[in-house]
Structures are given as C-alpha cells and as structure tokens.
Nanobody
Framework: VQLQASGGGLVQAGGSLRLSCAAS????????VGWFRQAPGKEREFVAD????????HYADSVKDRFSISRDNAKTTVYLQMNSLKPEDAAVYYC??????????????????WGQGTLVTVSS
C-alpha cells in the first residue's frame, strides 16, 4: 500500500491542523494505521493509531484529549485532527500502515508501510 501524508503547516500555539493520510494500492480496510512524529534530534514517537474498523484507537499520553484520529475506508484516508497545538508538537508527522486486525499499540519498526511525512510547525 502507498501512503501520502498531507496537511502540515505553520500554526500558532493553541491552533488546529488536520492531517490526512491517503492510501492506495491494497485493500485499505485490512490495515491498522498509525501516526508517528519525529522532531529534530529526537526519536520517532507514536502519536495515535486506529484499527481497521475504527472501533479501536490509541493515543500517546502527550496528545490525549487534544488529538483525534479517524478514518474513512471508502475514501481510503485516515485523519489526525490536532487541536490546542503546543510548540512541543512541532515535528514531521508520518503515517504508517500494518496489515493486521488486532488493536494493540505497535512500535514504529513493526509497521510495514510508511508515508513521506508532513511538517508541522507550531509558533509560540
């Protein structure tokens, strides 16, 4: 499956952005999709994921109650709505996919496919 992340940009602290991860190539509904982020000099970290049916989601503690992940299998797209953005949310955000039906949190190296990343900059 090919993934294309988009929607990043520059936003003031407290603002919102919605990231999109558009998929193509395989049966999208078979895939768990996760969002990760990587800030300069830091390791890639888990942000959120959503299972194939959208029944199960997980969030990193740092984004819980501010970010919301959703998916539209008909449009083969996963969204990450980011509200109340903080300067520490600034990073390159990546979406990733794993062909699995379970819903536990997977590490970055357990995902099979990655998008190219979209840059989120938050000004204070």
């Amino acid at each position: 499956v090919q993934l294309q992340a988009s929607g990043g940009g520059l936003v003031q602290a407290g603002g919102s952005l919605r990231l999109s991860c558009a998929a193509s190539g395989r049966t999208f509904s078979d895939y768990l999709v996760g969002w990760f982020r990587q800030a300069p000099g830091k390791e890639r970290e888990f942000v959120a994921d959503i299972n194939w049916s959208a029944i199960s989601t997980h969030y990193a503690d740092s984004v819980k109650d501010r970010f919301s992940i959703s998916r539209d299998n008909a449009k083969t797209t996963v969204y990450l709505q980011m509200n109340s953005l903080k300067p520490e949310d600034a990073a390159v955000y990546y979406c990733a996919a794993k062909q699995i039906y379970s819903s536990r949190i997977y590490r970055a190296n357990e995902y099979d496919y990655w998008g190219q990343g979209t840059l989120v900059t938050v000004s204070s």
